[in-house]
C-alpha cells in the first residue's frame, strides 16, 4: 500500500515549455487535489476532482489544466512553463467525495523551477 | 470564502516546555478544522480534525487542540516538546459548503532546543 506517489520528485523547466506531472493513490479514494506550495503562503488549491469523471477549478487554476484519468490517477499538466510557477506541487487524495469535508493524504512532492 | 489565521511563523521551545501554536479562522457556516505536520522534504500527514463533535480533540503524538466557537480559534498544544517534533504546521479550514476547497494557513515552523 504506497498511498499516494508523485512522479517526478524534481523538474527543472525552461519558459515555455510543458510537462505533466502524475499522481496516483491505490486506497480508492474519491477525491483528488492539486496543491501548490509557496514560503509564507501556505498550500494554495490548483484543482480538484471530487469524484471520477469530475473536476473543478480551485483558488489558483491559472496556467494550469487536469486529468483525471481514471479513480486512481490524477495529472496536473502545465502547458507553457512560466518562472511564477516554480513551486513544489503536492497531490492528495480523500475518501470521500462530494461536499463533505474529509482528512487527505499528501503525496511527497514535485519540486518544479521554471527558470 | 472561509480562511485561516496563523499567528506567528516561527516558535521555537525548549524540549520539555509547552507547544502552543495559535489558529484562528473565519467562516461563515459551521467549520471543519484541521491541523497538519509537515516534516523536512515531505508531504502533509494529519495531526488532528474538528468536524463539529466534541471541542476539544486529541491527535496523534501526544498534540491536542480545542475548538472555541466565541474566540474563532483552534489552537496546538502539546504539554511536553520532543526533539522530533521539529517540522512545519498547518491550520485548515474547510465546511460542507465549500465544494471540497480546504482553505490553509501559511504554516508556523516549530523549532525544539536541547
Known amino acids: 500500500n504506497a498511498g499516494v506517489t508523485q512522479t517526478p520528485k524534481f523538474q527543472v523547466l525552461k519558459t515555455g515549455q510543458s510537462m505533466t506531472l502524475q499522481c496516483a493513490q491505490d486506497m480508492n479514494h474519491n477525491s483528488m487535489y492539486w496543491y501548490r506550495q509557496d514560503p509564507g503562503m501556505g498550500l494554495r488549491l490548483i484543482y480538484y476532482s471530487a469524484s471520477e469523471g469530475t473536476t473543478d477549478k480551485g483558488e489558483v487554476p491559472n496556467g494550469y489544466n487536469v486529468s483525471r484519468l481514471n479513480k486512481r490517477e490524477f495529472s496536473l499538466r502545465l502547458e507553457s512553463a512560466a518562472p511564477s510557477q516554480t513551486s513544489v506541487y503536492f497531490c492528495a487524495s480523500s475518501l470521500r467525495g462530494g461536499n463533505v469535508p474529509d482528512t487527505q493524504y499528501f503525496g511527497p512532492g514535485t519540486r518544479l523551477t521554471v527558470l | 470564502a472561509q480562511s485561516v489565521t496563523q499567528l506567528g511563523s516561527h516558535v521555537s521551545v525548549s524540549e520539555g516546555a509547552l507547544v502552543l501554536l495559535r489558529c484562528n479562522y473565519s467562516?461563515?457556516?459551521?467549520?471543519?478544522l484541521f491541523w497538519y505536520v509537515q516534516y523536512p522534504n515531505q508531504g502533509l500527514q494529519l495531526l488532528l480534525k474538528y468536524t463539529s463533535a466534541a471541542t476539544l480533540v486529541k491527535g496523534i503524538n501526544g498534540f491536542e487542540a480545542e475548538f472555541k466557537k466565541s474566540e474563532t480559534s483552534f489552537h496546538l498544544t502539546k504539554p511536553s516538546a520532543h526533539m522530533s517534533d521539529a517540522a512545519e504546521y498547518f491550520c485548515?479550514?474547510?465546511?460542507?459548503?465549500?465544494?471540497?476547497?480546504?482553505?490553509f494557513g501559511a504554516g508556523t515552523r516549530l523549532t525544539v532546543k536541547p
Open positions: 467562516s461563515s457556516v459551521p467549520p471543519y
Open positions: 485548515a479550514v474547510s465546511d460542507l459548503r465549500s465544494n471540497n476547497d480546504m482553505r
